[in-house]
């Protein structure tokens, strides 16, 4: 039955809207993740303030907030979450730069193109392990152990997919593997976490777990296809770095594997050069291969939807609706 509370709410609201909603939360966070810096020694804090210092989207902690509004009461338990899981998103973007060689994120210079990779290396490490050290300060073990698990599961995707790097036997399969673990495992523990923190019943810490991995890897894909066909003027970062390390992402796979009698593909796909990188992303656009991939995130947005349908209709439950459908206006546009 509706309530009368329930009816003064807006069917819908905008992505905008709904970190408004949670701005006073976000705030607090913000300012912690900044003051993260004054626990190193004073000889590493500066490096410490410089890379968590330019906010990004702030996904992971919206969706902790979020979860936690929309399954019971917003708390200083879920403000911790959402701290700890940006600080280990933060130190896998250091990484993830080491690796693919970017120059340029949130517009402004990676750690490794300003102090090399030595120290970034070390930088990012001393980040997750700052991260997990915070995440003890929860009385419920059970919430440090899944953010550990969490952390394992980012790194040990990365390491996969660095594996797998030019491997021409990569399926589908394999890819929806890595991207669970190495986007989508922080996007669960966000929002199984939040739900778990308001003590929800086991079935709405379940959907919303399956909410999370379900817009994490559409989250991925839609990355993935910015980096081929995005500009690094709109994105703030780097593009062009998958193709270059030997990534194969969801629209090469899928046309290597459509059968397809693409003249040269294994060799443009195995090159270093330059011009075949653009080549290659002038195939996969002509030949509907990106757009196929955008139906397939576009389907896995509307899977993470319906998982919604098990909460009680809420603003902060609205709030949460709000991220996959503007995922699915990103996925419009790139």
Not at 271 to 286: H, N, P, Q, R, V
Request: net charge negative.
């Amino acid at each position: 039955m509706t309530t009368a509370s329930q009816e003064s709410l807006p069917q819908t609201i905008t992505f905008s809207e709904a970190f408004e909603l949670i701005n006073p939360h976000l705030y607090t966070v913000e300012e912690r993740i900044r003051a993260q810096a004054r626990s190193f020694d004073p000889a590493v804090e500066g490096y410490i303030s410089y890379i968590c210092s330019k906010g990004g989207k702030r996904l992971r902690p919206a969706l902790a907030l979020l979860a936690g509004g929309a399954t019971g009461k917003i708390t200083p338990s879920h403000v911790d979450l959402a701290v700890i899981l940006e600080l280990i998103h933060i130190a896998t973007l250091v990484h993830d730069d080491i690796i693919d060689g970017a120059d340029l994120r949130r517009d402004q210079p990676t750690a490794n193109s300003k102090w090399g990779n030595a120290l970034s290396v070390l930088l990012g490490d001393v980040l997750f392990a700052h991260a997990l050290k915070l995440s003890t300060n929860f009385s419920n073990s059970d919430i440090c152990r899944r953010i550990a698990d969490a952390a394992s599961e980012v790194c040990s995707g990365e390491i996969i997919q660095t594996q797998r790097r030019f491997d021409l036997k990569l399926t589908t399969a394999d890819y929806y593997r890595i991207v669970e673990m190495k986007t989508a495992a922080l996007f669960t523990a966000a929002c199984e976490l939040g739900a778990f923190i308001s003590e929800a019943s086991p079935a709405v810490i379940g959907a919303l777990k399956t909410f999370g991995t379900r817009l994490g890897v559409a989250y991925q894909i839609y990355d993935d296809i910015l980096d081929l066909s995005g500009t690094e003027e709109e994105s703030g970062k780097t593009l062009g770095t998958d193709l270059q390390k030997g990534k194969f992402t969801l629209p090469v796979l899928l046309l290597l594997h459509s059968g397809r009698e693409v003249e040269n593909l294994r060799d443009l796909l195995l090159s270093d050069d330059d011009s075949s990188k653009s080549e290659l992303a002038s195939i996969l656009g002509s030949t509907g291969t990106i757009e196929t991939a955008k139906s397939i995130a576009n389907r896995l947005i509307g899977e993470s939807c319906d998982q919604l349908a098990a909460i009680q209709d809420n603003r902060y439950a609205r709030g949460l609706r709000s991220i996959p459908e503007h995922l699915r206006s990103l996925l419009r546009n790139v």
